[in-house]
């Protein structure tokens, strides 16, 4: 049987706010097997990111962990002490986060960092093998001259460069899991193709689990085993990614389908959904999306609804696939 590399479980997560304590992420549920990669999605406000942090235990001082479990292996990452949790953050489990030039420091050259990193969770090896190592993994990550660029500053090379100078820095101990926090948002589609070819690659020969999140569904169909569709703190959808692309159920994953621009269709103008994820101070009664959803009825502005299971390993959170059983059943 195949084991999960992460397993997340009931994990809730508050933020403190001048009005009291309020929920960013809302008792979600998910793993992530060895190998596979799996695709959170949803627009900025769904607590994608928050989720990733709490993961790392990197998360900022207003937010608390106030329920669940977050198993990498066989340990509860959220039991670990700070000198238990810094031996896997880095080493077992590694980051590559949105903006590759604010996460380089600008004082030290690319070569040094890595070295630094390496020579952190390994600490027998010396600094002409980390140095080696460290050109062997820019070589890796498809950079054409690591001597050079061992030698340079963030700060004369390109945002591509940079990014994959920070993929090499979070593989420099081979990481089980790697999580990928909009890694190619900033990039042009040229580059942001490569650095998710090389995460497929780096999936390939490492059998590293890979958490990638993203706003963009256009990448989500090049890169994703599996998604978890986020918002509003709770996973909304989840599925493979054939059946999430050829079958969404829940309206929010449609609409954000609908607003992927087709290159060979002439549309007068492009699909977005209306309004916007609400602030998690002011939540509606109910499904957290019946503000914007275009098929809500009378019961998703009174209870929100709990995750249905529709098919093998597809989950939907939506009062709609409640009906359609109903109906089904002559009900």
């Not at 207003?62 to 292996?73: C, D, H, M, Q, Y």
């Not at 030698?151 to 101990?173: D, F, K």
């Not at 999936?203 to 599996?226: C, P, Q, W, Y």
């Not at 549309?267 to 957290?288: A, D, H, L, N, Q």
Request: proline residues 5%; neutral net charge; contains cysteine.
């Amino acid at each position: 049987m195949q084991h999960n590399m992460l397993d997340i479980q009931d994990l809730t997560i508050e933020f403190k706010t001048e009005n009291g304590l309020f929920p960013a992420v809302n008792d979600i549920n998910l793993s992530i097997k060895q190998g596979e990669i799996m695709c959170i999605v949803g627009e900025s406000g769904s607590g994608k990111t928050i989720t990733s942090l709490s993961i790392m235990q990197i998360l900022p001082s207003i937010a608390n962990v106030s329920s669940g479990e977050i198993w990498f292996k066989e340990q509860n990452l959220l039991a670990l002490n700070k000198k238990e949790m810094s031996g896997i953050r880095g080493n077992s489990v590694s980051m590559i986060f949105q903006d590759a030039m604010s996460s380089l420091d600008p004082l030290f050259t690319c070569g040094h960092q890595i070295v630094e990193t390496i020579r952190t969770h390994k600490k027998d090896v010396t600094k002409e093998q980390a140095l080696e190592k460290a050109k062997e993994l820019l070589k890796k990550v498809g950079i054409a001259h690591p001597d050079t660029i061992v030698n340079a500053y963030p700060y004369e090379l390109s945002g591509g460069m940079c990014q994959r100078v920070m993929i090499a820095m979070a593989l420099s101990c081979e990481p089980k899991l790697l999580i990928a926090d909009e890694p190619t948002t900033a990039l042009d589609v040229t580059v942001q193709s490569q650095i998710l070819k090389l995460l497929k690659q780096i999936r390939k020969d490492f059998n590293t689990s890979i958490m990638f999140i993203t706003h963009d569904l256009g990448v989500v169909a090049e890169i994703a085993d599996r998604v978890a569709v986020m918002y509003a703190g709770r996973i909304v959808e989840e599925g493979d990614v054939k059946s999430i692309f050829n079958n969404p159920q829940h309206p929010y994953t449609e609409g954000l389908l609908k607003s992927i621009p087709k290159l060979n269709v002439k549309s007068e103008r492009f699909y977005s959904i209306k309004g916007s994820v609400p602030s998690i101070t002011e939540m509606p009664v109910g499904c957290k999306f019946n503000p914007r959803c275009s098929k809500a009825f009378a019961n998703c502005f009174k209870k929100e609804p709990p995750a249905f299971n529709v098919g093998e390993h597809r989950k939907v959170r939506c009062w709609l696939m409640d009906d359609e059983r109903m109906n089904d059943s002559g009900e």
